[in-house]
């Protein structure tokens, strides 16, 4: 009986939606299986974060509110009075962390296979456009909680945007809604956040996926083996084993370190000592910190800034740049390259926790 | 054929139970709950006729104490209640007009100020209206 | 315009800057040129509140500081440095003079010098003893700085210090039969720690209690009008038990007999009670009404503590487990209200009274405890409901696992070795 309704019900559906073209040429998709195949996994646990990110921050706005009267207090609120708020707010701290850490793992991993060459590019291009657009994320998304920590960090940050050549002042008064940190950059930083950042990605997103589709995955320089998978349903599978325990290793994080609501911020408070941004920005923080304030009668500080920019704007580049990989030969001076950057990103970002005095 | 569709049903049925270990706490979260709401940024602090002239009453505000004064020539003044020097609650002296704190004899003006003793820091005012019966208490924006 | 009027001109301009600096100040030239003690003057004087007023060595020590030769410098107005007998004299020459100060700061007391006379410090000096502390010994010589200035000798937290150089040193202050401990006992105070820890300028140093210019060591009965300044509900408490009239009769300082003078510490209940650390059994034998009523207060005040410091357990532990308890924790802020009021109710050994406020405690403290429980139980169902959903995915993933073993088995047979088309 029950068999007979399902059967009704897939016709239906199958002939509005033209499903049974839909499956046969999803069937169609295959991945292929080598030694470094297992890389692959990452873009689909970064999308399957995405996912969790935005029903838990869907969920966070039916008691956030984006006022400075107010948000300190319905975060104390999320924690404290609404059921199982604790989880949902720490799920969306934490994955937030937990989906930069592996952005920069996808990034670099699809770095060291190649994956960007020809025909490519594109989907690199996007790729690292959305990595800059998803630590925006983290940027807008720490002010919301408006404690002390928050404030002070986008004071610290803004203050660097601040200070560009040229563009600096406009930068910063665009970003901040004012001259400072106020209630119109927290209205601002909100409507970035649930608005402007989410409509960016999902657009950059929907290309990045159309063109994995469209394309395939790439396979290293010289790999020889033909073995694929199809992607539906052995790969989605061996995916979804992926997506379970990331979701263990969440679970466990928020149970036995929820996310602190930390004090209000006070504007007129000195700023605390030892007040550095979120983890992902501190390598370029600590670079701040040591670059000499000045070299070659240059300010070292907006040299550090443009040469950040400039380096970001090659690396997004590398797909044009890297000649040989383009004729699938193998390029050992990009990958050079790239342990260089991964090497100094990590030994900056350690830096900044082993030696907080700087 | 056993095997395998003991596998799908084994895959199936731990599907189902994940997705309904995850929906639980969902629909908790979003049905709403018996507490009081977001945030406690005004309060009923007493009725209209409920304090005679220089009186006043201790409420709880948010989650501290504050202190509802109605002064001798007939207005409603609100502040926070907490002695700015060592956290204790602060009384309305009749006599002065003042707020006084026992502990180390610290003195408030009805505007918050200090005008003796120890506290380093003058206490917060919070914005008074009537309406209707209730006297209401909010945080000052 | 004549070549004479434009050297004129020309020399004007050019040592016009030096009017900017002030005028010549031959002794601060000379005597940085000297060493140690001889320059130590000159070196200190740039920071001395006298010299913000454009007061100089002239104006205390006379000369003529125009003058380079240092014979014509210390001319007949020159009065040197003045002899320790002298210096009370010397400063309140100008500071004990209204007019005279009215033109400087108006605002700043006058009295110094008079009140000096009726101090310890200054009837010592008067019959010769030169040992006795005069102005320079607090206030320093050249750098001389406002008393709101945090670096002065005499800003509250460096009062201590200041009058300890003198008091806690065992072989000055030998022959004058006061004990040396005092700075040490101090230290040890909680008036001591809220000042140098908590920065809290409101606590009492040194001359708050003992007068500064006028410092004298309060008399036995003044003791406790000296701790009234800053303690007036315990006062108050005081006066209305029965204690009042047994110490002014036995001439015993009031609050100095169980907390002490300079070694305050923070009051517990330990100090009440019949047990030897108790200060009540100083006075009251076995027995007596005194030792019961003791012995009673203890009581009361011991079960609330406990029950306190249950409930601080009880929350910390729940917070350590990741709940969020705030709200329990200003709740019991107000339980901390009741027990500090509770203690000094004891001042007033109405036993009633002090039941009674320990019995409204308790009902906040049952809130509080009630609030601490609940939050025990969330961590719980929080570590539950992991271990549940842990369970539920590890679940998962085996079936996971066996559905991908089972496909690539399926396919396997399905190609045969070596294929690789779906």
Redesign the interface.
Known sequence: MAQKIAKSVWSFLDERFLLSQLIAFGKKKTVPEHRRSFWYFFGGICLFLTGIQVATGAMLLLYYTPHIGAAHESIQFIMSGVKFGWLIRSVHSWTANILVGLLFVHMFSTFFLKAYRKPRELTWVTGFLLLVLFMAFGFSGYLLPWNELSYFATRVGTDIAGSLPLVGKGLKTIILGGPEVSQATLSRFFWFHVALLPLAALTLIGIHIFLVQTLGMSKPIGERGTKEIPFFPDFLYKDALGWTLVLVLIGVLCVFLPWEVGTKADPLAPTPLGIKPEWYFTFMFSTLKIVPAHILSLEGEKLAILGFMAGGLLWMLVPFLDRRAGREKRSPLYTWIGLALAAYIVTMTVLTYAMPKL | MKRRNFVDIFFGGSLLATIAAFLYPVVRYVLPSKSAGVVQNSVAAAKVDELPPNAAKVFKFGSAPAVLVNTAEGNLVALSAICTHLTCTVRYDGDTGTLFCPCHNGRFDLSGNVLSGPPPRPLETYAVEVSGPDIIVSRKS | MNIRAIRLFAAAALFAPLLAFGQKNSCIECHNRLDDELKAPAASFAADVHAEYGLGCKDCHGGDPSKDDVDKAKDKSFKGSPKRSQIPLFCGGCHSNATAMRAYNPALRTDQLSQYGTSRHGQLLKSGDTKAAVCTDCHGVHGIQSARYPKSLTFPWNIPQTCGRCHADKGLMEGYRIPTDQFDDYKASVHAKALFEKK???APVCNDCHGNHGAYPPSVTSVASVCR?????TGDLFNKGAHKKAFDELGVGECEACHGNHKILAPSTTMIGTDDSAVCVQCHEKGSRGFEAAAELRRHLDGFETGFQAAEGLLARAKQK??????AE??L??VN?VL?TAKNLTHGLDTAEIAKAVADGEAALAGVRAAAEEALDEARF??Q??A???V?????????????R???HD?RKREGPGG?Q?
Not at chain 3, 229 to 233: D, G
Not at chain 3, 392 to 404: E, N
């Open positions: 809290d300028l409101s300044q800053c303690h007036p509900s990741g709940v969020e308890v705030s709200d200003y709740k802020l107000d209200t500090v929080r570590r409901g992991l549940v959903t842990t539920l995915l590890a679940v998962l993933a085996a079936a996971l696992a066996l559905k991908i089972r496909m690539a396919r690789s779906p």
